[in-house]
C-alpha cells in the first residue's frame, strides 16, 4: 500500500513536472484571453477593433506568471488598420487566483508601418487636431517600433510606458522651404522623455548627422537638446542663398567641420524659446565677394575674400551671443591671421580684434603711409557697435618702428570719426620720413602738436581742392595747430607752423594757419567757407614747394607765390601768381627756342635758366579734369601764353605762343605813340617766336612747334597789360 502511494505521489509530480516544462519550453495556444483584450482596447477607444489570433501561452514557474503571445495581430479604427508583429503579455497567477485584472503588461512590436498611417491612427483615437498638421508636414516614411506597457490592479495603463524602435526613409517638407529627406533614426520613448540617436537626414539637399536629440516633458514646455556633429560638410548654393547672403557679400563656397550642443524649449502652442547653442566648428574654406570699398587700406585686395583654417566657438542664448574665433584670411595675395572676440547683447556688440597684416600691402591714405610688403604689421581694435555708432576703446597699429595708437574714439555708421580723446602719431611715411605728433582733446577743444608732421600730401590735395574722402572726421571742431616743424618737400621746412584750422563735414571749412622757413621767409594759408562758396589762399615767400607740383613745369627755382581758389558746389576757379622766378625747363623748351631762332637764350638753359618777372596761371577744375583758361609768363628774355587741360594722373594737352623779348619789343615798338612811350625804338630780326603743342601721359609728353610771323592780339594785349602794371 506504501509502494502504491509512493508510486501515486511520484507519478504525480512527475505529471506535474512533465506539465510545468511542456509548458514553460512549448506552451499551449487558446483564446480564452481575447475577449478580455478586446474590451481593454475597447476601453480606449470604442470604435478601436483588434483582430486577434489565438494566445500562445508559457508558463514562468520562478515568477508565478504566465507569458502570453500572440502573431499577426491587426488594429482597426474605422479606415486604418494597423499590422502588428506580435503582441506579448504576463498574466500573474496571483491575479487569477484572487480573480483580479489578469494582464500586468503588454509587449507590442509592430510590423514596418507607414507613419502617416501612424499618426492618423493616434489622431483618431486622441482627437489631438495639432496631429493633423504634423500628418500634412510628413510625405512619406516607415516606422518600426517596440512598445511596453503595464497595467494597474485595476486595469489603468501605467505611467512607465515604453516605446523604442527606429523611423527609416522619411521624408518631411516644411511650407515647401524646408524639405527634410532620407530621414533615418532610432528612438526611445516614455511618459517624460523622448531620445532620438543616430539621425542621419538631408536637409534641402544638405546631408546632416545628429548624434542625439533629447526631448523632455516638464507639463508646460518641451525641453529639446541635442548635437549636431559633422565632418568635411560642403554647403549647397541654395543653403547659401538662404542664409548667409546679404547685400554687401555673397557667399560663393562654405566647407567646415563642426560638433554642436544646442537646447530649446517648445511650448504648447509650438513656440521656440530660451534657444541656447554651443558650437565648435573648423572653417576649411569660407569664399565671400562684397561691395566694400577695400583698396584704399588695402591696396592688392582682390574681388573675392577667404576664410580658411579658422578655428570657431560659439556661444548663444537668450542673453548673449559670443563668437571666439581664430584662422587665415586670405584678402590679397598670401594669408593674412584673423583673430577676434565678438559678443552681442541687449547692448549692441563687443568686439576685440587682431589683424596681423603679413607678406601684404596696406595703406592709410590720409597719413601717407604705406606698409611694405616685406613687412609684418599688427592692427588690434577693441570696442563696441550700437544702434547709432561705433565705440572704439582703443586702437593700436604697429609696424616695425612705426606706432599709431588712438583711444576713445566714436564713429557713427560710415566709419567717420565724431569724437575723440586722444591719438598719437609716431610712424614713417611714403617719402620716409618720420613723422611724430598727436592730438589731443580737452573738454572738445582739439590739439594738433609735435615735433615733425610731412605735409607734402595735405598741399597736393590743397592746391587741387581735391577733397580727400578718405579723411576720418565728420562733425565739425576747431584744431588748434602748434608744430615744431612742417615738412613741404625734401628742400623746404616750415618751422614753428601754429594757428587754426576747422573741420566740417569731411573737409577743411576755415583756416587760419602760419609759419616762417628757416631765414625768416613767411608763409600764410587761410580758407573760408560759407554754405555757397569755399575761398583758399596761399602766400610763400618760397614758390619752388608747390610750383613743382604742377608736372608740366620743370626747373623752377626762386619767386614767391600767391595763390586763390574759389569753389563753389564741385567747381573750383583758381588763380596763381609767381614773382621774380627762373625757369631751366618747360617740356621739349629748347626744340622751342631753336626752332625760334632766339639767339643766345639756349644758352641760358645750360646756366641760370631763364628769369621771368612775373607768371599768371587761371585754371578751373571739376572732378579729375583741370581747364586751363591761361598761363601767362613775362620775362626780359621771352614771353609765354598758352591754355589747355590736364585730365589727372591721365592726359595733359596745352597749346600756346613763345616769343623772344626783341620781337615783342619790336612788335609793341612799332605801335604808334604808346610803342614810343613803352619801349622805346626797338629792333629784332627773324620770325616773331613759336606756337607749340605739348600733348601726352605725364611721363610721356610729346611736341610739335610751327614758326610764326605775326603775333595774336591777345598776346599783345596781355602784354600791354603787364607792362602797364609795372
Do not use: C
Request: charged share 30%; net charge positive; aromatic share 10%.
Amino acid at each position: 500500500m506504501k509502494k502504491l502511494i509512493f508510486r501515486f505521489f511520484i507519478t504525480i509530480i512527475s505529471t506535474v513536472f512533465l506539465l510545468i516544462t511542456y509548458l514553460s519550453i512549448i506552451g499551449i495556444e487558446t483564446d480564452k484571453f481575447n475577449n478580455q483584450i478586446r474590451e481593454k482596447i475597447k476601453k480606449i477607444d470604442k470604435n478601436l477593433e483588434i483582430d486577434i489570433k489565438k494566445i500562445k501561452i508559457v508558463f514562468d514557474p520562478f515568477n508565478f506568471e504566465i507569458s502570453a503571445k500572440t502573431l499577426g495581430t491587426k488594429l482597426s479604427l474605422q479606415n486604418s488598420t494597423i499590422e502588428l508583429e506580435s503582441v506579448k503579455s504576463l498574466i500573474s497567477l496571483k491575479s487569477i487566483i484572487n480573480n483580479e485584472f489578469l494582464i500586468s503588461n503588454i509587449d507590442i512590436s509592430t510590423k514596418s508601418v507607414e507613419i502617416k498611417k501612424i499618426i492618423s491612427f493616434i489622431r483618431g483615437i486622441t482627437r489631438n487636431t495639432k496631429l493633423l498638421i504634423l500628418q500634412n508636414f510628413i510625405k512619406e516614411g516607415f516606422l518600426i517600433a517596440d512598445i511596453k506597457l503595464e497595467f494597474d490592479q485595476k486595469g489603468n495603463i501605467k505611467d512607465n510606458y515604453y516605446l523604442k524602435g527606429f523611423i527609416k526613409d522619411t521624408k518631411i517638407n516644411f511650407f515647401k522651404k524646408h524639405k527634410f529627406e532620407k530621414l533615418n533614426l532610432i528612438f526611445y520613448h516614455n511618459q517624460k522623455e523622448t531620445n532620438l540617436e543616430k539621425i542621419q537626414l538631408s536637409y534641402n539637399r544638405l546631408d546632416l548627422f545628429f548624434e542625439k536629440i533629447s526631448i523632455k516633458n516638464d507639463k508646460t514646455d518641451f525641453l529639446i537638446n541635442g548635437e549636431l556633429k559633422n565632418k568635411n560638410l560642403s554647403l549647397n548654393n541654395e543653403i547659401i542663398k538662404q542664409f548667409f547672403n546679404s547685400d554687401n557679400y555673397e557667399v560663393k563656397e562654405v566647407n567646415f567641420d563642426s560638433r554642436n550642443i544646442f537646447s530649446f524649449k517648445i511650448d504648447k502652442k509650438f513656440r521656440l524659446k530660451d534657444l541656447a547653442i554651443n558650437s565648435k566648428a573648423k572653417i576649411n574654406k569660407l569664399v565671400i565677394t562684397n561691395n566694400y570699398e577695400l583698396k584704399e587700406i588695402f591696396p592688392d585686395a582682390k574681388s573675392e575674400i577667404n576664410f580658411n583654417n579658422h578655428i570657431i566657438e560659439i556661444n548663444y542664448d537668450k542673453k548673449i551671443f559670443d563668437i571666439n574665433g581664430s584662422g587665415n584670411i586670405l584678402l590679397q595675395n598670401s594669408n593674412d591671421k584673423l583673430d577676434y572676440i565678438i559678443r552681442k547683447d541687449k547692448g549692441g556688440i563687443k568686439f576685440d580684434t587682431i589683424i596681423e597684416v603679413k607678406k601684404n600691402p596696406l595703406s592709410i591714405n590720409f597719413l601717407n603711409f604705406k606698409k611694405e610688403t616685406k613687412d609684418e604689421a599688427k592692427i588690434s581694435f577693441k570696442g563696441e557697435i550700437n544702434e547709432k555708432n561705433i565705440k572704439i576703446e582703443k586702437i593700436l597699429f604697429k609696424n616695425g618702428k612705426n606706432k599709431i595708437e588712438l583711444d576713445n574714439i566714436l564713429l557713427n555708421k560710415d566709419l567717420k570719426v565724431l569724437n575723440l580723446l586722444k591719438a598719437k602719431f609716431d610712424y614713417f611715411d611714403n617719402e620716409n620720413i618720420k613723422n611724430y605728433f598727436q592730438i589731443s582733446n580737452k573738454d572738445k577743444s582739439y590739439s594738433l602738436e609735435g615735433s615733425l608732421l610731412n605735409a607734402n600730401s595735405f598741399i597736393e590735395n590743397l592746391l587741387s581742392n581735391d577733397d580727400d574722402n578718405s579723411f576720418p572726421f565728420k562733425n565739425r571742431f576747431n584744431l588748434n595747430v602748434n608744430l615744431e616743424q612742417v615738412r613741404l618737400d625734401e628742400e623746404f621746412t616750415i618751422n614753428n607752423f601754429k594757428g587754426i584750422l576747422t573741420f566740417k563735414e569731411n573737409t577743411f571749412a576755415q583756416a587760419n594757419l602760419g609759419g616762417s622757413f628757416n631765414n625768416e621767409k613767411k608763409i600764410k594759408i587761410t580758407i573760408n567757407s560759407t554754405d555757397n562758396e569755399k575761398i583758399t589762399t596761399l602766400f610763400s615767400d618760397y614758390a619752388k614747394p608747390f610750383v613743382k607740383r604742377y608736372k608740366f613745369i620743370k626747373g623752377f627755382d626762386g619767386g614767391s607765390i600767391d595763390f586763390h581758389s574759389s569753389k563753389i558746389n564741385t567747381k573750383t576757379t583758381s588763380s596763381i601768381k609767381i614773382y621774380d622766378f627762373k625757369l631751366n625747363e618747360l617740356p621739349a623748351l629748347t626744340k622751342l627756342l631753336t626752332l625760334a631762332s632766339l639767339q643766345g637764350i639756349a644758352d641760358l638753359l645750360t646756366g641760370e635758366g631763364i628769369r621771368f618777372k612775373e607768371f599768371e596761371m587761371n585754371f578751373n577744375s571739376k572732378g579729375s579734369l583741370m581747364t586751363i583758361d591761361e598761363i601767362y609768363a613775362i620775362g626780359p628774355a621771352i614771353s609765354i601764353l598758352m591754355d589747355g587741360y590736364i585730365e589727372k594722373k591721365q592726359l595733359i594737352s596745352l597749346r600756346g605762343t613763345l616769343v623772344p623779348a626783341t620781337t615783342l619789343n619790336k612788335v609793341i615798338g612799332s605801335i604808334p605813340f604808346l610803342g614810343d612811350i613803352l619801349v622805346g625804338s626797338k629792333t629784332g630780326e627773324g620770325v616773331f617766336g613759336v606756337s607749340f603743342k605739348i600733348k601726352g601721359p605725364p611721363k610721356k609728353l610729346e611736341t610739335s612747334v610751327n614758326p610764326i610771323k605775326s603775333l595774336t592780339p591777345r598776346f599783345i594785349t596781355r602784354t600791354l597789360e603787364k607792362i602797364k602794371k609795372n
